[in-house]
C-alpha cells in the first residue's frame, strides 16, 4: 500500500525532527523543509498528500506559502501557530489552510487531524451494497427519501447525513465530523454535532430506542446502519 507523503515546513529543526519521526512510525512518508524560500518548489516537486505549515519561517512567511500554494496545490494544509491569537481561524481559512494546531504539539492529536483531513479530500468508496435500503440521497438536487417519501431536511442534517452514509456501517466520531464539516461553517461543537443527529432521527421517526438508523457507538461516535 503505498503510503501519504507528508510535507513538514518547519524551521525549528528538533520540533522538524520529532515529528518527521512520529510521523514515519505511523506509516507516512516525510520530507521536511526548514526555510519559506525552498517551500514552493518542494510542493510542485515532491507533490505531498498534505502539508505541515509552520506560519513563522525564515524568508518567505507560512502565510505567503500558503496563499502561493493554493494557485496549483489543492490538497490540505494544517497550520502551526505558536499560540491562538496569531492568526484567527476564520483568517487561516481564508488564506487557504484546511485545519490548525497549536504549539507544542500532541503528537498524537497531530497524526488524528492529518488522517481526518485525507478522510475527507480521499473518501473511501463505498460499495453500492451497503447503501442504506430504505434512504435515498440525490447529491446533484440534494434530496433525501425515506422509502420513497422525500424528507424535509435543514442543510446541517443533509451534510451530517451524507457523512454518515459514505461511512455506512462504520462510526465517525464527533471530532471528524466537526473536520469533515469544517469547509461549511466554522462554529461546530460536539453539542452542535448531537443537535444534527437528533434532527435526522426525528425526520426518520427514529428518535426512541433502540434506533433502527443511526446509533450512538460509545466512546466511538455515531453510525449509519446497514439497511
Do not use: W
Not at 507523503?5 to 519521526?21: C, F, N, Q
Not at 506559502?65 to 505558536?82: E, H, M, N, S, W
Not at 463505498?126 to 435515498?136: A, D, E, F, I, Y
Not at 440525490?138 to 425515506?146: E, G, I, M, R, Y
Amino acid at each position: 500500500m503505498e503510503k501519504n507523503k507528508i510535507l513538514i515546513v518547519e524551521d525549528d529543526a528538533e520540533i522538524s525532527r520529532l515529528t518527521a519521526m512520529y510521523l514515519e512510525v505511523e506509516g507516512f512518508d516525510t520530507l521536511v523543509i526548514g526555510d519559506g524560500a525552498a517551500a514552493i518548489s518542494a510542493i510542485q516537486s515532491y507533490i505531498p498528500d498534505l502539508i505541515v505549515l509552520d506560519l513563522m519561517l525564515p524568508n518567505l512567511s507560512g502565510i505567503e506559502i500558503c496563499k502561493q500554494a493554493r494557485i496549483f496545490y489543492d490538497g490540505p494544509i494544517l497550520v502551526l501557530t505558536a499560540c491562538d491569537d496569531d492568526v484567527s481561524e476564520v483568517s487561516l481559512l481564508k488564506l487557504g489552510a484546511d485545519d490548525f494546531l497549536t504549539k507544542p504539539l500532541k503528537p498524537h492529536v497531530l497524526v488524528a487531524r492529518i488522517e481526518a483531513l485525507l478522510r475527507r479530500v480521499k473518501p473511501q468508496p463505498v460499495p453500492m451494497n451497503n447503501k442504506h435500503s430504505r434512504l435515498g440521497i440525490d447529491v446533484d438536487s440534494q434530496t433525501v427519501t425515506l422509502d420513497g417519501s422525500e424528507l424535509t431536511l435543514t442543510s446541517a442534517e443533509y451534510e451530517m447525513l451524507v457523512i454518515l452514509e459514505k461511512n455506512i456501517g462504520m462510526p465517525v466520531s464527533r471530532d471528524d465530523c466537526c473536520h469533515m464539516l469544517r469547509g461549511i461553517d466554522y462554529d461546530f461543537s460536539n453539542r452542535s454535532i448531537d443537535m444534527r443527529i437528533s434532527g435526522l432521527r426525528k425526520k426518520f421517526h427514529d428518535d426512541k430506542l433502540p434506533y433502527k438508523f443511526i446509533i450512538t457507538v460509545r466512546n466511538k461516535g455515531y453510525m449509519l446502519l446497514n439497511g
